[in-house]
């Protein structure tokens, strides 16, 4: 069985529809790349798998049981833009969360189980390379450090499904190389299913097993709602070429065209 089956999904917004016809099999421990034209439903995707959207229509399946439809534990997520909490240190960011899922009242853990909290957040913070910030307050962080602590504050909570909506879109290109090995440790070190949104086709490539392209087959110029994307390339990433990377970086390029007409 696969751990997440995409039936004939589909996601309208009023008279706009967003994503047709979605059918998807993914694995456990897949890290899947979604690349496509800004508009063409990515975020929206992600928004579903977390359980913050609903399906218009079709089937959100994990190990064949209809998705929770309220965020939960199993799903965490990281956005573009700094997701963490300003008025917490680094360790409070990502200690918080175990202390909500602890303590979902109080909010606080004390005595021998914050402890053993503060043990776990101290090890992830090492792990992404902020052991020596533990102490220190967002703003006080670069940008990098900043997504840094976003994907320690995520997996701390060992999700069975990480999110990424271009989590590096923000950062300069040396910083999204280190971020791009972190990645790919912290993927390898917890076998976590992982679906990355990038507007980076090369990205997408490099880091994923399976590159997944949203783009739209059908467009009616007179009426740009009426028809939604869906997936039009679905590959495991060993089997592709130079000019595969030309096709799909053609036709993305072309759905952009008409989505900014
Ligand atoms: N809550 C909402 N209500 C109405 N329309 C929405 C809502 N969320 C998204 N949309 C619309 O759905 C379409 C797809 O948006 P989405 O953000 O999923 O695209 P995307 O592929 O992630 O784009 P980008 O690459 O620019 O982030 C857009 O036209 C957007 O305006």
Redesign the pocket.
């Known amino acids: 069985m696969s751990f997440i089956t995409v039936r004939n999904l589909w996601k309208e ?2 008279d ?1 529809v ?1 994503l047709e016809n979605l059918n998807l099999n993914v694995k456990q421990g897949e890290f899947c790349t979604l690349v ?12 579903m798998l977390l359980g913050q ?1 609903s399906a218009s229509r079709g089937e959100l399946l994990l190990e064949g049981e209809a998705f929770p439809e309220e965020p939960d534990r199993n799903r965490g997520i990281v956005f573009q833009r700094y997701s963490v909490f300003p008025h917490l240190t680094v360790r409070q960011n990502v200690l918080m969360g175990l202390e909500l899922e602890q303590k979902p009242w109080l909010g606080k853990l004390f005595g021998a189980a914050r402890r053993e909290a503060l043990d776990k957040v101290d090890a992830m913070l090492e792990s992404v390379g902020l052991g020596h910030s533990a102490d220190k307050w967002p703003h006080e962080l670069s940008g990098g450090m900043q997504q840094r602590l976003a994907i320690a504050q995520s997996l701390i909570m060992r999700p069975r499904v990480l999110l990424l ?2 989590p590096f879109g923000a950062l300069d290109p040396g910083i999204r190389s280190d971020m791009h090995d972190l990645l790919l440790k912290l993927w390898q070190e917890t076998g976590t299913t992982i679906f990355m ?1 990038t ?1 980076d086709l090369k990205e997408g490539f490099y880091l994923g097993t399976r590159l997944l392209v ?1 783009d739209k087959v059908r467009n009616d110029p007179h009426d740009p709602q009426a028809f939604g ?1 869906t997936i039009t390339y679905d590959l495991p990433i060993t089997q592709t070429n130079e000019n595969l990377f030309d096709d799909i970086n053609n036709s993305v390029n072309q759905t952009a065209r008409h989505q900014a007409a």
């Open positions: 917004y009023g706009q967003v496509g034209a800004s508009g063409c439903g990515k975020s929206t995707f992600l928004k959207e909506d271009e949104v507007h949203f994307a």
